[in-house]
């Protein structure tokens, strides 16, 4: 798969998982953020903390852990099938 392919992919997931129940096209800057910090980040451990930071900045809601994880983990499948093409 290539990047933008998988990009694309990650962008439909996070805003598929639509965690606050707003809307999938509620979301503008959120799956962005959330795609940059999949690429800095190490573990899906930590892109999960950083899923939960950037809803919170945004929404002013913490959603909990576990739910972060579980999109973290699908877009850390996706990068990794992803990088392995380059």
């Given at each position: 798969?290539?990047?933008?392919?998988?990009?694309?992919?990650?962008?439909?997931?996070?805003?598929?998982?639509?965690?606050?129940?707003?809307?999938?096209?509620?979301?503008?800057?959120?799956?962005?953020?959330?795609?940059?910090?999949?690429?800095?980040?190490?573990?899906?451990?930590?892109?999960?903390?950083?899923?939960?930071?950037?809803?919170?900045?945004?929404?002013?809601?913490?959603?909990?852990?576990?739910?972060?994880?579980?999109i973290a983990n699908q877009l850390f499948v996706i990068r990794d099938s992803s990088s392995c093409?380059?």
């Amino acid at each position: 798969m290539k990047d933008s392919q998988a990009v694309e992919e990650m962008i439909q997931l996070i805003k598929a998982w639509d965690p606050f129940q707003y809307g999938e096209d509620f979301y503008e800057t959120e799956p962005a953020d959330v795609i940059s910090a999949l690429y800095d980040a190490e573990d899906p451990l930590s892109l999960a903390k950083d899923i939960q930071a950037i809803y919170h900045h945004s929404f002013e809601q913490l959603l909990p852990l576990e739910s972060c994880q579980h999109i973290a983990n699908q877009l850390f499948v996706i990068r990794d099938s992803s990088s392995c093409t380059r």
